[in-house]
Antibody, heavy 119, light 112 residues
Framework: EVQLVESEGDMVKPGGSLRLSCIAS????????MHWVRQAPGQGLEWVSS????????YYADSVKGRFTISRDNAKNSLYLQMNSLRAEDTAVYFC????????????WGQGTLVTVSS | DVVMTQSPLSLPVIPGQPASISCRSS???????????LDWFLQRPGQSPRRLIY???NRDSGVPDRFSGSGSDTDFTLKISRVEAEDVGVYYC?????????FGGGTMVETK
């Protein structure tokens, strides 16, 4: 069974940092590109960042570029999102999602983790 | 970025009755490889999104056949032939043809 389990979120102050993890199981993690997608409270879905299978290709939404860093460790079946210089508008549930082998779509999502940025 | 516009915002439905959700994109979603990467997701209350349909009309494994997707180019539709209680939640369309991937604003389906 495919599973994506995000680490527990947290409340951080504006300007602070937080690292999210996503542990994958039930599939060959190294064969799949991975994404982070977020959802602000009561709002819709916003793509945040993507990383290719070997980390050769990395992309960010303009809203997080220069502040967030996506990475992965295929030996540990793990995806990460390092979030620095956090702002109130980064408050959201963060989902890790697997990109389908065929590309262009996310076929499995984690349960999500809440990050709250507040003083 | 490609703007995805869903309607209606909210859709109250009597169980057993059909439902239809529209999704329009600001530009054609036909990829240079000939495919159209338009998906539909359902997010039940308190859960993460679950993909129902990919490439306009392909149902994911385990998705009941009362769900169907159709459309082309910039205009897409998700239909539920007979709404059941478990279908309640927010439905999102998503395009993967153009970078970055973008989502519609969501349609909340609730039973009357």
């Amino acid at each position: 069974e495919v599973q994506l389990v995000e680490s527990e979120g947290d409340m951080v102050k504006p300007g602070g940092s937080l690292r999210l993890s996503c542990i994958a199981s039930g599939f060959t993690f190294s064969s799949y590109a991975m994404h982070w997608v977020r959802q602000a409270p009561g709002q819709g879905l916003e793509w945040v960042s993507s990383i290719s299978r070997t980390s050769a290709y990395i992309y960010y939404a303009d809203s997080v570029k220069g502040r967030f860093t996506i990475s992965r460790d295929n030996a540990k079946n793990s995806l990460y999102l390092q979030m620095n210089s956090l702002r109130a508008e980064d408050t959201a549930v963060y989902f890790c999602a697997r990109e389908a082998l065929s590309g262009y779509t996310n076929d499995f999502w984690g349960q999500g983790t809440l990050v709250t940025v507040s003083s | 970025d490609v703007v995805m516009t869903q309607s209606p915002l909210s859709l109250p439905v009597i169980p057993g009755q059909p439902a239809s959700i529209s999704c329009r994109s600001s530009q054609s979603l036909v990829h240079s490889d000939g495919n159209t990467y338009l998906d539909w997701f359902l997010q039940r209350p308190g859960q993460s999104p679950r993909r129902l349909i990919y490439k306009i009309s392909n149902r994911d494994s385990g998705v009941p056949d009362r769900f169907s997707g159709s459309g082309s180019d910039t205009d897409f539709t998700l239909k539920i032939s007979r709404v059941e209680a478990e279908d309640v939640g927010v439905y999102y369309c998503m395009q993967g043809t153009h970078w970055p991937p973008t989502f519609g604003g969501g349609t909340m389906v609730e039973t009357k």
